[in-house]
């Protein structure tokens, strides 16, 4: 099982980001993906939920309405779109499905 997180960077405020997470080495469709971060000196939380066959979302309450969650079973990945980014949203992002993590990407909101 293979979880591959990109799509991260440095962004000024109110600017945007797409994530994307790659999956290899399961059947990806058959599982929900999930988008935590961890901020410097910040436990790890869970951003966003996207269930098997996409019906379902959840969201952290700081991010609803800014970030969309969604999921391409054909190409084996799950985006997160973050809009009008705030310095708070800076942390490492990271993927999770079928009980893996991927390796993080560090996402930086700074003017």
């Known amino acids: 099982v293979q979880l591959v997180e990109s799509g991260g960077g440095l962004v000024q405020p109110g600017g945007s980001l797409r994530l994307s997470c790659t999956a290899s080495g399961f059947t990806f469709e058959n599982f929900a993906v999930s988008w935590y971060r961890q901020g410097p000196r910040k436990g790890r939380e869970l951003v966003a939920l996207?269930?098997?066959?996409?019906?379902?979302?959840n969201y952290l309450d700081s991010v609803k309405d800014r970030f969309t969650i969604s999921r391409d079973d054909a190409k084996n990945t799950v985006y997160l779109q973050m809009n009008s980014l705030k310095p708070e949203d800076t942390a490492v992002y990271y993927c999770?499905?079928?009980?893996?993590w991927g390796q993080g990407i560090q996402v930086t909101v700074s003017s």
């Open positions: 996207i269930t098997r066959g996409g019906g379902g979302r």
């Open positions: 999770k499905s079928s009980n893996s």
